[in-house]
C-alpha cells in the first residue's frame, strides 16, 4: 500500500513520454443542466499523464479546465453537473487500470486521497477552521493507510517537516487561521500527500500567494513530484507558470483543448492561433525576457463562446485573425502537427 | 513628461492603532506605511509595486486623502492636502479619482450606468439634465463601449466591460490624478491587456497623471514611467522603469523580478525562491525590514534603517550595501 515512488521515474523520462500512462482521459464530456440550457462546460477533452509527468492545463476563465480536474476526481454535484461521456481510464497503485467514470461511489472514495489528490486555490477554504492542523493531515492517514493515531501523528509532523513547515511537531497543534496563505497552502499540500496519491491534480495553487510566495511553493511542487514521481496536473491561467512545472501542455478554451505539445515547443512554437494569441497578450513574458521590451501587448478580440448552443466550425474562429470561410462551417478536430504536437485547427501550419 | 510636479508626498506614514492602551499605557500601533516620500509631475506615472502587507493600498489612499496621514505632508498641485479644509479638499476630490481591482463593488448595482456617469458630473456641477446625455456617451465611447450601453444595470456587463465603466465613470469629472489601485488583477489576461491597453492611451490622450498600484512587476513595467518599490511599509527602491526592472539595485527588487513565472537568469537557471515570508508589520525587524529574508544581509543591517540614498540621478535606494552585483546580465532586447 504505501507503493515507495521508483526514483528510476525519473524526469526525462516522463518528459519524452516512454514512462507508463497514469491517466488517459478520451472523449470526456461534462455539461451543466442549467435553466438556460446545457451548459457544454468541458466538451470533448483527450488528456494523458504518465507516472512523473506535469501536464498543465491551460485557459481562462470559462475553459473548462477545474471542470476538467473536478470531473477525474468526480467532485461535482450530480444536480446540475453530469459526466455525460467520455472515458477517464486510471491506473492505481496495484497496476489496474479502471474507468473512473463509471467506477461506483464507494470505490471512488477509495481512489480520491488515497490515490489521486487534489489542492485548491483557497486552502483556507478545504481546510476544517475547528480543527488544528495536526489533526486534519492525521485524519487523511487513518482513512485510507492501516495507521495508528499515534504513529499518524508522527506521520503527519515528518511530512510538514517534507513540505517545508519549520518545527512541524509544534505546528501540528496550530489552528489554520494561524497561519499566512503560503503556510496554509503547504499544509494542503502535506494532507494531499499523506497518502502518497500517485496522481496530484493542483488547481490554480498559488493564484491567491505573492510572487515571492508563489516561487516557493512551485519550487516545494517540483521537488516534491520529482522524489515521488508522482503525476501531476497543474490548472493555471498563467502561461509563465507552466513553463516553470509543466512537461507538457493541453491548452483549453471553450471545454476543448486546442492544442498539446511539450511546453518548449508550444512556448517556441505554437500551433493554434489562441495559444499563440495568449501568449501575445501575457505581460510577463517582458520581464520574464522571453519577448523584448516595448512590445506592445495584444488583446484577444471579442469574448468566450457561448456554450450552450456553440456555433458551428471552430469555437475560436470569431476572434481568429486567420479564420476564413471554412472555420465557419466545418468543425476541426486535435490533429497531430509535426511529431509530437497536436492542433485544433484547420491552419495550424500557418500559424507563427 | 513635464516637470512640474502635481503631487509631492513628503515623508508620509500612517498608523493604526491594533489595541487601546489598557491602564494608561500607550496603546499598539502597526505602522502600515512609514516615511514614504515622492514627486508625480503632471501627465508621470508611478507604478506602486509591492506584496501583499506592503502598504500599497493604504499609500493609494493616503495620497487621495481617502484616509488621513499620521505624519508627514501631501501637496496636491501646490496645495497641502493634510491642513486643507473641507472646500478645498472637494475641489481637490473632483481633480483626483480612483478606479478600484473589483468594479462590481465600486458600481452601485441598482444604478444604470448612464445615470451612474452622470451623476459625478452633475455633484460637481460639470453638466445638468440637458447636456449630461451627450457627454455620457462620448465617456462611454472614450472607453471602448457603446451609447447604448448607458441603460444598462452593471451586472448586463462582463468583468472586462465593468472596470471600462469604473474607468469611465472616474473619468466623468475631468480628473488630474487617477489613483488606479490593482486594476486589472482580477482580470483573465486577455482582457488585461485590454484594460492596460485602454488605461495606457487614454493616459496619454488626456495627459492623465497616474498612481497605478500592482503586485504585478510585469504590468506596472508596461504603464509606469517610474517604480516605487514598497516593502512592509517602507520605500525600497524608487527610480525609473527600464532602471529598476533592469538594473535594480535593491535585493528585494532583485527578488520580486526573479520570482516572474518563467523568467530565467542570463546562464538559464532558475534564481533560488526568496526564503520566509513578510514579518507581521506588528513586531518590524529592526534596521532594514527586509533584512530577515535579504540574502545579502550583514549585522549592521540590524542596527540602522538604511536611508533613501540616490545611486544614479532619479534613482535611488534603501539599501546599506553599495557592493551588490543585482544586474543578471540580462538586457532587454
Known amino acids: 500500500m504505501t507503493a515507495a515512488a521508483s ?32 451548459v457544454h462546460a468541458v466538451d470533448g477533452v483527450d488528456l494523458t499523464v504518465r507516472r512523473g509527468q506535469t501536464v498543465a492545463l491551460v485557459g481562462e476563465s470559462g475553459s473548462g479546465k477545474s471542470v476538467t480536474g473536478l470531473s477525474i476526481m468526480r467532485l461535482l454535484q450530480r444536480t446540475p ?32 486521497g488515497g490515490e489521486i489528490a487534489m489542492i485548491f486555490q483557497d486552502p483556507m477554504a478545504s481546510l476544517n477552521p475547528v480543527f488544528p492542523i495536526g489533526e486534519q ?25 517534507q513540505v517545508g513547515i519549520a518545527e512541524a511537531r509544534r505546528r501540528l497543534d496550530d489552528y489554520p487561521h494561524q497561519l499566512s496563505g503560503g503556510m496554509r497552502q503547504r499544509v494542503m499540500i502535506a494532507v494531499a500527500l499523506a497518502c502518497d496519491p500517485v496522481l496530484l491534480i493542483a488547481d490554480e495553487p498559488t493564484t491567491a500567494l505573492d510572487v515571492t510566495i508563489q516561487a516557493q511553493i512551485i519550487a516545494l511542487l517540483r521537488r516534491i513530484q520529482t522524489e515521488r514521481a508522482m503525476g501531476m496536473i497543474f490548472i493555471t491561467h498563467d502561461l509563465g507558470l507552466v513553463e516553470e512545472i509543466a512537461d507538457r501542455v493541453a491548452v483549453l478554451y471553450a471545454g476543448q483543448v486546442v492544442e498539446e505539445a511539450p511546453v518548449e515547443t508550444v512556448l ?16 510577463h513574458r517582458v520581464l520574464a525576457g522571453t519577448i523584448g521590451a516595448g512590445s506592445d501587448l495584444r488583446p484577444i478580440p471579442g469574448r468566450v463562446p457561448d456554450l450552450v448552443a456553440p456555433l458551428p466550425g471552430c469555437r475560436f474562429a470569431p476572434r481568429c485573425g486567420l479564420a476564413a470561410a471554412a472555420c465557419r462551417t466545418e468543425t476541426p478536430v486535435l490533429r497531430p502537427v509535426g511529431s509530437d504536437q497536436a492542433s485544433r485547427c484547420l491552419f495550424a501550419e500557418a500559424v507563427s | 513628461m513635464t516637470s512640474r510636479p502635481l503631487v509631492e508626498v513628503e515623508g508620509v506614514g500612517r498608523r493604526f492603532p491594533i489595541r487601546p492602551g ?21 501627465g508621470a506615472v508611478l507604478g506602486v509595486v509591492g506584496e501583499s502587507g506592503s502598504g500599497k493600498s493604504t499609500l493609494g489612499r493616503l495620497v487621495l486623502r481617502l484616509l488621513p496621514s499620521s505624519t508627514g505632508r501631501i501637496r496636491f498641485d501646490g496645495t497641502d492636502l493634510t491642513t486643507a479644509g473641507p472646500d478645498s479638499l472637494r475641489r481637490f476630490r473632483r ?32 453638466a445638468n439634465r440637458a447636456t449630461a446625455r451627450d457627454r455620457v456617451a462620448d465617456l462611454l465611447e472614450s472607453v471602448g463601449l457603446k451609447p447604448d450601453h448607458r441603460d444598462r444595470l452593471p451586472r448586463a456587463f462582463s468583468g472586462g466591460q465593468r472596470q471600462r465603466v469604473a474607468i469611465a465613470r472616474a473619468l466623468a469629472v475631468e480628473p488630474r490624478l487617477i489613483v488606479a489601485d490593482e486594476p486589472v488583477s482580477a482580470l483573465d489576461v486577455s482582457i488585461q491587456a485590454e484594460i492596460l491597453n485602454l488605461l495606457k492611451g487614454l493616459q496619454e490622450r488626456l495627459s492623465l497623471t497616474m498612481l497605478f498600484i500592482s503586485h504585478d512587476l510585469a504590468v506596472v513595467e508596461l504603464i509606469a514611467d517610474r517604480v516605487l518599490v514598497l516593502y512592509l511599509g517602507r520605500v525600497m ?8 526592472l533592469r538594473m535594480p539595485r535593491h535585493p528585494y527588487t532583485r527578488a520580486l523580478i526573479d520570482a516572474v513565472p518563467g523568467r530565467r537568469r542570463a546562464d538559464g537557471s532558475r534564481a533560488r525562491p526568496l526564503a520566509g515570508e513578510i514579518p ?3 513586531a518590524p525587524p529592526s534596521g532594514c525590514v527586509f533584512r530577515t529574508r535579504c540574502p545579502f544581509a550583514q549585522p549592521a543591517c540590524a542596527e540602522t534603517v538604511p536611508p533613501l540614498t540616490e545611486v544614479a540621478p532619479g534613482h535611488a535606494k534603501a539599501c546599506l550595501r553599495d557592493d551588490l552585483m543585482l544586474e543578471d546580465g540580462r538586457q532587454a532586447a
Open chain 1, 137 to 161: 493531515i492525521v485524519e487523511a492517514i487513518v482513512t485510507h493507510r492501516t495507521l495508528g493515531r499515534r504513529a499518524a501523528r508522527a506521520e503527519a509532523a515528518r511530512l510538514l517537516d
Open chain 1, 81 to 112: 453537473a453530469r459526466l455525460a461521456g467520455g472515458e477517464i481510464q486510471f491506473t492505481a497503485k496495484d497496476g489496474v487500470t479502471q474507468d473512473l467514470v463509471r467506477l461506483p461511489e464507494a470505490r471512488m472514495r477509495a481512489i480520491r
Open chain 2, 95 to 126: 481633480h483626483a479619482q480612483m478606479v478600484f481591482q473589483d468594479p462590481y463593488s465600486s458600481l452601485n448595482p441598482r444604478m444604470r450606468v448612464g445615470a451612474a456617469l452622470a451623476e459625478a458630473m452633475r455633484v460637481h456641477g460639470l
Open chain 1, 7 to 38: 526514483p528510476s521515474a525519473s524526469d526525462p523520462v516522463a518528459a519524452s513520454g516512454t514512462a507508463p500512462v497514469l491517466l488517459r482521459v478520451t472523449d470526456l464530456q461534462t455539461h451543466f443542466v442549467t435553466d438556460a440550457g446545457r
Open chain 1, 268 to 283: 517556441a512554437r505554437p500551433r493554434h492561433p489562441y495559444t499563440r494569441a495568449l501568449l501575445d497578450c501575457n505581460p
Open chain 2, 22 to 42: 489598557l491602564f494608561g499605557r500607550a496603546g499598539a500601533h502597526v505602522h502600515a506605511v512609514q516615511d514614504v516620500s515622492f514627486v508625480l509631475a503632471t
Open chain 2, 280 to 282: 507581521s508589520p506588528i
Open chain 2, 237 to 244: 527602491e524608487l527610480g525609473p522603469t527600464a532602471q529598476v
